[in-house]
Nanobody
């Protein structure tokens, strides 16, 4: 079992940067792949990025590729999402999620994840 808490959301102007943190509690943090998802008003929850259990593999949605970077610091039980060159279309509630049961090392669908954080609002103004 793992509990996740996001932090670092806020308001930023287009072109700016923001770093989200996902702090995990519980045992076996390194056994979980951790992903980031986002949900904008009126839209479905969408995949953003994921990092594998060992941290050796990452995958990104095409919409954020080259702008966002996911990383993990297992010593701190924390996963980060560094967001650069932010656009108004990035505005959403961002959720981190942990997966241990999927056969995929880097799952991309919400149904594959077992635990979720409460969400962090990111607003990008033009």
């Amino acid at each position: 079992q793992v509990q996740l808490v996001e932090s670092g959301g806020g308001l930023v102007q287009a072109g700016g940067s923001l770093r989200l943190s996902c702090a995990a509690s519980g045992r076996s943090f390194t056994s979980y792949a951790v992903g980031w998802f986002r949900q904008a008003p009126g839209k479905e929850r969408e995949f953003v990025a994921v990092i594998s259990r060992g941290g050796g593999t990452t995958n990104y949605a095409d919409s954020v590729k080259g702008r966002f970077t996911i990383s993990r610091d297992n010593a701190k039980n924390t996963v980060y999402l560094q967001m650069d060159s932010l656009k108004p279309d990035d505005t959403a509630v961002y959720y981190c999620a942990a997966d241990r049961t999927s056969r995929s090392g880097t799952p991309r669908i919400p149904e594959d994840y077992d635990y979720w954080g409460q969400g962090a609002q990111v607003t990008v103004s033009s």
